[in-house]
């Protein structure tokens, strides 16, 4: 199987991309973005990781029983602060990582030839290193910023931000193996998708080849794995929910 990177800027049109992927060329995505909002639900260890970082007030949505993060308030905080921005990446990204490679063992097992990786922050976080390919997709930093108000309704200065506490999309174009130019209509955009799917997919006998080699291994490290995640699920002290709702009850 070939592991294939997508990434790109905040709304240059990753998520487009990948829905086109798999539901036209049935390729299985892991999205990087739904696995950081797993990674932070209060059943999981980083949620209370970041309770006690930044403190309970400035993170939690108070109006849910039990509380959940608050992410337009952890949002506010880690773009406008570098320092917040390096400690959550700090705790979210190793198990992030850790559900990356258990959704790549997956579907290897599954007999996929490729698997995309679709992370905005794929060279920021050092993650090109493991694939073959990188793909990623660009537009213009105008419609960039256009498309982010317009889709999470934010201002100019907050959609800035965001776009600020990323690599340029003119370093990240340079690095990549192939660019997807998505400036125009959604067609285009899905013509070059299938182009650069035709150019990476591997041979029949390359997929036979790793999946006779590394099967065996594939599942020991899918089944280690999974029983590491559910210890350390298992290792979330049920006190400290107790303790979060004590907490909510005094703020
Ligand atoms: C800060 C949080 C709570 C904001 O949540 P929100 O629902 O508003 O945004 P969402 O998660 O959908 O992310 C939208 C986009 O923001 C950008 N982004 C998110 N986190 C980061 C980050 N740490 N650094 C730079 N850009 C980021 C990405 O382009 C992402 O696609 C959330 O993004 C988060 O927990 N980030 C830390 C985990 C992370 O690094 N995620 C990125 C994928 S690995
Ligand atoms: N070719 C296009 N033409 C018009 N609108 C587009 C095009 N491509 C994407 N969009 C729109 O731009 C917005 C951002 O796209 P998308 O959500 O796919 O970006 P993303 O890179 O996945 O964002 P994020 O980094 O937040 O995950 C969405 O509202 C989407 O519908």
């Not at 920021?124 to 213009?140: D, K």
């Not at 036979?208 to 899918?222: D, G, I, K």
């Amino acid at each position: 199987m070939r592991l294939v990177g997508l990434t790109g800027g905040i709304a240059t049109g990753k998520s487009t991309a990948s829905t086109h992927l798999h539901t036209s060329h049935h390729l299985p995505i892991i999205d990087a973005d739904l696995l950081a909002r797993h990674v932070v639900q209060p059943s999981q260890p980083a949620f209370h990781t970041i309770l006690h970082t930044f403190g309970a007030a400035n993170v939690l949505d108070l109006q849910q029983t039990p509380p959940q993060l608050d992410r337009a308030k952890l949002a506010a905080l880690i773009f406008a602060n570098p320092d917040a921005r390096k400690k959550l990446n700090a705790i979210t990204h190793p198990p992030i990582r850790i559900e990356m490679l258990r959704g790549v063992l997956r579907a290897f097992l599954q007999g996929s030839a490729l698997c995309v990786l679709d992370t905005p922050l794929l060279f920021e976080a050092g993650l090109y290193r493991v694939v073959s390919c990188v793909i990623v997709v660009a537009c213009s930093t105008q419609t960039q910023l256009s498309r982010l108000m317009q889709r999470d309704s934010c201002t100019r200065d907050a959609a800035q931000a965001r776009i600020d506490s990323q690599m340029s999309m003119d370093e990240k174009r340079a690095r990549a193996d192939i660019v997807i130019e998505n400036e125009g209509s959604l067609e285009d955009t899905r013509a070059q998708l299938d182009a650069a799917v035709n150019a990476v997919m591997p041979s029949a006998w390359e997929t036979l080849f790793w999946r006779v080699c590394l099967t065996p291994l594939a599942f020991v490290l899918y089944g280690g794995l999974t029983a590491y995640v559910k210890l350390r699920e298992m290792m979330v002290p049920s006190t400290s929910v107790v303790s979060m709702e004590k907490e909510r009850k005094e703020l």
